[in-house]
């Protein structure tokens, strides 16, 4: 039988090593960028770092390392360069006249894997956004050949064969975009409002790509949603409803994986994605605790969420994928994570820890205020509403009634006052 799927594009990994990098930092950086190259559908041939003192401003490396990959064309047989840094017009340009090949940056070969996982009208009118913004700069005259060839970094927004559109229909396209976007945004604000008038809690999962917040969703609430084992599966975001182990009700939403050197135009254009978190009452940080560099991966996310405007919500950490390791590396990494006010050691594939999790929750939330309640007998909707929306820890029937106590979140509050027993009363 013949196989007709596409050849896999074979890259070749490029990367500087600047003064004061770290190496783990940089190592990790180019692990990821093998892994983002595979997410996109490519074969990393060969990987390797340039130690210097800046990017050359007109080639990204040295003109020796360009001689270099010229000669090794041979050896490795590899058709696209893919850099770990954002190139300037000039660099990627001078790049791919002097090895006659495609070359592609860190936010190309990211905008693509967006490209290819965006289902939702919402995500593709992002996506297309973000990479013309990006092509924007570098359609400064024609685009030579290579760009008609597509394949990664070339695919998805306006399609292949308009990468070589004018400056003015791109900026056209881009006003028809943020047209589109207010829309999405206007829509997205209606949810919001929407989910405020339930009066339920709302959670949102945030941390680094392939943490597991997918897993955790359909582990939580059996959602169902799509999960694979690589970066940047989920990018339109799914909300389900939760019933914590208090009873009370919440709405839990994934939200879009961070990374580090997440590109600034995807920021933008995903910002009312993102801003998901910014609304929600709780965060649950999920944590890829199996992961080398969990902990910086832990600082990215939560520098993200900073910028974001949410570095101040109640938060909870969850340390995901534990079950993958030994006593002594889960002692470590909780030691780790013990300057956090709330952890949770999870794993969500076995569906270990979720009620740990679910009281932590609870605990979070800093707008659920105390209350008694002393409710006449028939009315006992009361008592459930309250063990929904808030959460219900004591209940003892009486002569006079079922005296309830438990929190409300404040917007409840006038719900529960006609039955709300004052603070001098005995309990």
């Not at 790049?95 to 936010?107: A, F, G, H, K, Q």
């Not at 933008?268 to 649950?284: G, K, N, P, S």
Request: hydrophobic share 40%; with cysteine; charged share 30%.
């Amino acid at each position: 039988m013949v196989d007709t799927r596409p050849a896999r594009e074979r890259a070749y990994l490029i990367g500087v090593r600047l003064p004061g990098t770290p190496d783990r930092v940089l190592a990790e950086q180019m692990r990821e960028l093998a892994e983002l190259t595979r997410t996109a559908g490519g074969e990393v041939v060969a990987s390797e770092v340039q130690p210097r003192s800046a990017p050359d401003p007109a080639l990204f490396v040295g003109r020796g390392k360009v001689a270099e990959l010229k000669r090794r064309r041979d050896e490795h047989a590899f058709d696209l360069v893919i850099c770990n840094e954002d190139l300037s017009p000039r660099q990627q340009r001078n790049l791919e006249r002097e090895l006659d090949i495609r070359v592609v940056d860190r936010t190309e070969l990211i905008l693509d894997i967006f490209a290819q996982h965006a289902h939702t009208r919402e995500g593709r009118i992002q996506v297309e956004a973000a990479r013309l913004h990006h092509l924007l700069p570098r359609l400064i005259g024609a685009y030579d050949y290579h760009r008609q060839m597509g394949g990664i970094g070339a695919r998805g927004g306006p399609g292949e064969q308009q990468i070589e559109v004018e400056r003015r229909r791109i900026r056209d396209r881009l006003r028809e975009l943020d047209r589109e976007l207010v829309e999405v945004r206007a829509q997205r604000e209606q949810q919001r409002r929407a989910r405020r008038r339930s009066q339920l809690s709302t959670v949102a999962l945030a941390g680094y790509t392939n943490a597991g917040k997918s897993t955790l969703l359909n582990a939580l609430t059996g959602a169902g949603v799509r999960v694979e084992d690589q970066l940047f599966a989920t990018l339109d975001p799914t909300t389900r409803r939760l019933r914590l182990p208090s009873g009370r009700q919440v709405l839990v939403s994934d939200t879009v994986g961070f990374i580090q050197k997440l590109p600034t135009d995807l920021v933008a254009a995903f910002r009312a994605t993102l801003e998901e978190v910014t609304y929600a009452d709780v965060i649950v940080h999920v944590v890829d605790a199996s992961a080398p560099a969990a902990v910086d991966q832990a600082a990215t996310v939560e520098a993200v969420l900073g910028e974001l405007g949410a570095g101040d919500r109640p938060q909870v950490v969850a340390l995901n994928k534990m079950d993958r390791l030994g006593p002594s590396e889960r002692r470590r990494r909780l030691a780790e994570f013990a300057d956090r006010p709330l952890v949770v050691p999870i794993s969500a594939r076995l569906g270990l820890g979720l009620e740990e999790l679910g009281r932590a929750i609870d605990a979070a939330e800093r707008d659920l205020v105390p209350l008694r309640l002393l409710v006449p007998y028939g009315r006992e909707g009361v008592i459930e509403e309250l063990r929904q929306v808030g959460g219900l820890e004591e209940v003892e029937y009486r002569a006079e009634g079922t005296y309830a106590r438990g929190r409300s979140p404040r917007a409840w509050l006038h719900r529960f006052a006609p039955y709300a027993l004052d603070r001098s009363e005995k309990a």
